[in-house]
């Protein structure tokens, strides 16, 4: 197997509302298990979901409001505050909704701007969800997303334009690993520092990587170009934290020798 060469965290980043804004951290403490602190922690249901925030249990992504359908979300900014529980939504600059997403007063209004706002795509009522300690992924596992910035580059030159990275909605974005190198890592481990990640699974794509997040416009076929050349849909790794430990923008990723048997 291919020992990949030295890379770099380019950019960190956590969704504390699936679907909406990505949010840039500069460090985050990872621990076994866990996603990144707050990543995935809230999802706005549409319409019944039988999600019962008492026993919280992983559902799809089309239970929720997300961008493979709902490209209008990315027109949006939101901000959430960890110390308050607030968020804000934007859009053009205005603030729409702002609401403490742990009193029903804050929740109500969250869902009110969506009322008024996705009529059109919503199958029932819009509501908040949350269960503290779950992450509404689109796996069960909870995981660290990774994409390789080669891996987009190389995108780009297939569908003939530039690709945004963060139409991936990855946790962690790397440089220095030449592209699709991520492909072969499924088993291995990630050394970041003292954090450790086991890679468990490579991504499959949605239509939701065809949405632009700056115009919110779906501009592009990423996983049909995906499937006519490789054959496949996948691009980025799904990795599982195995060793705690504190990551950064500019840290080192090592991978480390596989168990001699």
């Known amino acids: 197997m291919s020992q990949p060469p030295p890379a770099l965290i380019a950019g960190l980043y956590r969704y504390p509302v699936k679907g909406l804004t990505p949010e840039p951290l500069q460090r985050v403490r990872l621990r076994p298990g866990q996603t990144l602190p707050a990543d995935r922690r809230y999802a706005i249901e ?12 992983w559902l799809p992504k089309s239970q929720f409001l997300m ?19 607030m968020l804000t939504i934007c859009r053009d ?10 009193t029903a007063e804050g929740r109500a209004a969250i869902e009110a701007f969506f009322v ?15 269960s503290r300690g779950h992450s509404f992924s689109d796996v069960a596992k909870k995981v660290v997303s990774i994409i390789n910035l080669a891996s987009v580059k190389a995108i780009e030159t297939l569908v ?5 990275p963060l139409r991936f909605r990855a946790n962690l974005y790397l440089e220095g690993w030449p592209a699709w190198q991520e492909a072969d890592l499924v088993g291995r481990t990630l050394a970041i520092g003292e954090a450790r990640l086991k ?3 490579r991504i499959t794509r949605c239509a939701a990587v065809n949405v632009d997040p700056d115009s919110a416009a779906r501009d592009l076929e990423i996983p049909e170009t995906l499937m006519r050349r490789f054959g496949h849909n996948e691009c980025g790794i799904y990795a599982e934290v195995i060793a705690p430990g ?5 840290d080192s990723i090592a991978l480390e020798a596989p168990l001699m048997v």
């Open 46 to 57: 549409n319409g019944p979901s039988g999600f019962d925030p008492t026993a919280p249990a």
């Open 160 to 164: 003939g334009g530039p690709v945004h």
């Open 246 to 250: 504190d990551i950064a923008v500019g």
């Open 116 to 130: 008024a706002n996705f009529a059109r795509e919503l199958r029932g009522p819009p509501k908040l969800l949350e």
């Open 199 to 201: 890679v468990i699974k």
């Open 93 to 102: 600059g205005k603030v729409e909704a702002r609401g403490d997403l742990e």
């Open 67 to 85: 961008l493979m359908r709902n490209e209008g979300l990315a027109g949006l900014r939101s901000h959430f505050e960890d110390a308050s529980h």
